[in-house]
């Protein structure tokens, strides 16, 4: 990272807390599109977002500036910064009274940055990128074409990130104009961002996707090579669409905001005491993570009843629909991908006994993951409702299973009761269950044929770092 530029100075202010950020490499076709879905998002709105960018130099500028018009209208001020260059003062769109422009030094660092801030009562968000330099690129050199740009930094919701990071840029503007700084500072004090509702960060990441996906129908480079390693970069980027979107979720908790992360722990835990193959492992991990978006639970399944014993049926996942769910695709189905993930969420609230919603479905019809997650999730509740009783200690486990236990045969499967009871016995002995936050921006996941309920083939699709 260059010395002295934001992105600098938000990692190192971070790296020795708690929390420190990780960061990806992103190619620049995926930062086009996540920022013209979060600029656009603000066209929807009029709640008078502070936006600061960064555009490296004013050519760049100039190729956003007729939009920048449009969402100037919607925004209570827009600062540019830019390495000045022909015309990047003199487009009618810089003449806007809510418009200012800070020409960066050439050796500024911050020119070598693309920065997209948007702090508004009701949304946060932030683009924030620094360019690899040419010895980053190693042997391959630099990119021929300018879509394989790569770019090092992150993107995220996070209210506090987004401030802290608005922050940096105020104090670096400071340099070139006091007095717009001392503007900035006020109206950004004027402005306190709340994590959005559900149904906001559903909007903003239902227009993510749309955005990445409409980057990868749009990818003109000769290369395969190329074109798929650009492809995963924005499948890369849907993914951690909807895990910042399960993040702003349980941050939103106030009562249980480890809730995801900890049944994510539990279940793959279950899952390797159920000797559950690595990939099965992986996609319940991943719906675990997501367990709690509530516009899921409306998604359309396309699970069917079967007379199988042995639980979850790859085959079942290209059958028609059969059950009288919701009509339409919901957020997470938007990605073809996920669709198995999203059956997994979707009949997480069937019953044992045939009683549950939404299909009505019963005993081994329910996927198994469904009923993993069904249950550990009952028990992660229970648990976090009796960390607060008298007893607490160790006792909490046994509390929370024997309520689970009451459910045995009605609500719950009563083979993963047992194997449940097999885990608590192991956490009173002293078993430890790695709580890992999860790294959005971080390869995590291997995303293969049994995932994508349209899929025939044994192709695994890796997802890189980004």
Same mark, same amino acid.
């Given at each position: 990272m260059l010395q002295g530029s934001i992105l600098q100075q938000l990692e190192t202010s971070?790296?020795?807390?708690?929390?420190?950020?990780?960061?990806?490499?992103?190619?620049?076709?995926?930062?086009?599109?996540?920022?013209?879905?979060?600029e656009d998002h603000i066209l929807t709105k009029?709640?008078?977002?502070?936006?600061?960018?960064?555009?490296?130099?004013?050519?760049?500028?100039?190729?956003?500036?007729?939009?920048?018009?449009?969402?100037?209208?919607?925004?209570?001020?827009?600062?540019?910064?830019?390495?000045?260059?022909?015309?990047?003062?003199?487009?009618?769109?810089?003449?806007?009274?809510?418009?200012?422009?800070?020409?960066?030094?050439?050796?500024?660092?911050?020119?070598?940055?693309w920065h997209l801030i948007i702090l508004a009562p009701d949304y946060t968000a932030m683009v924030i990128?620094?360019?690899?330099?040419?010895?980053?690129?190693?042997?391959?050199?630099?990119p021929t074409s300018d879509l394989e740009r790569k770019f090092y930094g992150l993107w995220t919701f996070e209210p506090e990130l987004v401030q802290e990071t608005a922050e940096l840029a105020i104090a670096h503007i400071q340099g070139y104009d006091p007095e717009l700084a001392l503007q900035l500072s006020q109206q950004k004090q004027a402005i306190q961002p709340a994590i959005s509702s559900p149904e906001d960060v559903a909007t903003v990441v239902a227009r993510v996707?749309?955005?990445?996906?409409?980057?990868?129908?749009?990818?003109?480079?000769p290369a395969a090579a190329h074109h798929k390693s650009l492809d995963r970069n924005l499948v890369s980027n849907e993914i951690q669409a909807f895990l910042r979107m399960a993040q702003l979720i349980d941050l939103?908790?106030?009562?249980?905001?480890?809730?995801?992360?900890?049944?994510?722990?539990?279940? @793959?835990?279950?899952? +390797?005491? /159920? $000797?559950?193959?690595?990939? &099965?492992?992986?996609?319940?991990?991943?719906?675990?993570l997501l367990h709690r978006i509530d516009p899921l639970q409306k998604a359309e399944s396309l699970i069917i009843p079967t007379n199988s014993t042995t639980g979850y049926q790859e085959e079942a996942l290209s059958c028609p629909l059969a059950c009288p769910l919701v009509p339409g695709a919901q957020v997470l189905r938007t990605m073809p991908r996920l669709r198995a993930v999203a059956q997994i969420i979707t009949h997480q609230s069937e019953w044992w006994n045939g009683t549950g919603q939404p299909a009505g479905l019963a005993g081994d019809d329910i996927p198994l993951e469904s009923r993993i997650l069904s249950l550990v999730a009952e028990f992660q509740l229970l648990i976090n409702q009796h960390?607060?009783?008298?007893?607490?200690?160790? @006792?909490?486990?046994? +509390?929370? /299973? $024997?309520?689970?236990?009451? &459910?045995?045969?009605?609500?719950?499967?009563?083979?993963?009761?047992?194997?449940?009871?097999?885990?608590?016995?192991?956490?009173?002995?002293?078993?430890?269950?790695?709580?890992m936050t999860t790294?959005?921006?971080?390869?995590?996941?291997?995303?293969?044929?049994?995932?994508?309920?349209?899929?025939?083939?044994?192709?695994?699709?890796?997802?890189?770092p980004t």
């Open positions: 971070h790296r020795h807390s708690s929390r420190p950020i990780h960061f990806g490499v992103y190619y620049k076709n995926t930062l086009v599109a996540l920022c013209h879905a979060l009029d709640n008078g977002p502070l936006v600061i960018t960064a555009f490296q130099q004013g050519k760049w500028y100039l190729q956003e500036a007729s939009r920048y018009a449009d969402i100037a209208q919607h925004s209570r001020e827009i600062v540019i910064m830019a390495a000045a260059d022909a015309g990047f003062a003199e487009h009618p769109t810089s003449q806007l009274a809510n418009i200012d422009l800070v020409g960066l030094a050439t050796d500024d660092p911050v020119a070598q940055e990128c620094q360019e690899l330099s040419e010895a980053d690129y190693g042997s391959g050199g630099l996707v749309d955005y990445l996906k409409t980057g990868q129908n749009n990818l003109s480079i939103a908790d106030i009562n249980n905001p480890m809730a995801a992360t900890e049944v994510a722990s539990i279940a @793959e835990t279950m899952g +390797q005491l /159920l $000797d559950l193959p690595a990939w &099965q492992i992986k996609r319940l991990r991943l719906a675990a960390k607060y009783s008298s007893k607490g200690g160790i @006792e909490i486990f046994s +509390q929370a /299973l $024997d309520q689970c236990r009451k &459910q045995q045969s009605t609500r719950f499967d009563p083979k993963l009761v047992d194997t449940l009871t097999l885990l608590v016995m192991g956490l009173q002995q002293g078993l430890d269950l790695p709580l790294k959005v921006s971080s390869g995590l996941w291997l995303l293969d044929s049994r995932w994508d309920s349209h899929s025939k083939s044994n192709e695994k699709i890796e997802i890189y």
